[in-house]
């Protein structure tokens, strides 16, 4: 049987397709294990582009840096995944997924998991919600500058309070969450 990486990297980005029920989003995504932190740069088709900013802490911004300056933070009771969040997944064989042969596993309940056979880079992922990712391209070791994980200030204070009353178009995407939160643990991922 095909083993599984025991452990994913620690820091890597990817870009990917999102196509989460007929609503299309290009994800840059941006994972960092050793600061506790995941950002996904969301596109979505013909609409905004909006940052989902994730913390182990379980804090996530989800903003735009337009000129409705829209913010919405969510607390969550889990941080992100951990390096290891496929332990436990079961090998279900090999696939032909997006022009790759590819090893699928499935964790329960929440994903099924293909890599290409030759690389082990991930190539798709169908989450039990039935949202679907086409990975584009794979870094591992790549960094994101720190700067660039700050939320901005009017995520904060008194002006975030008015915001959030008013940011009709990041409801959507919180309510849903579908976009970003593929790095988050949750009870399903562990």
Known sequence: MTQLQQ????????????????????????YDWPNGRNFNIIQSQLGKLTYDLEWDNGTSFIYTLDANRECKTLHFP????????????????QRHVDGFLCNVW??????WYYEDVLTKRPVHWVFYTGFNAHVMTFE???VLGDAKWEAPVYCFGE???????RSSVLESMASHHSHGSLMRAGSRAT
């Open 7 to 30: 452990h994913g990297p620690t820091n890597s980005t990817l870009l990917f397709m999102n196509n989460s029920k007929g609503a299309l989003q290009i994800v840059d995504l941006w």
């Open 78 to 93: 889990v941080g992100i995944l951990r390096p290891n969040w496929l332990d436990g997944a079961t090998y279900l064989g």
């Open 106 to 111: 499935e964790k329960v309940d929440f994903i």
């Open 140 to 142: 591992v070791g790549a």
């Open 159 to 165: 002006e975030a309070e008015a915001e959030r009353n």
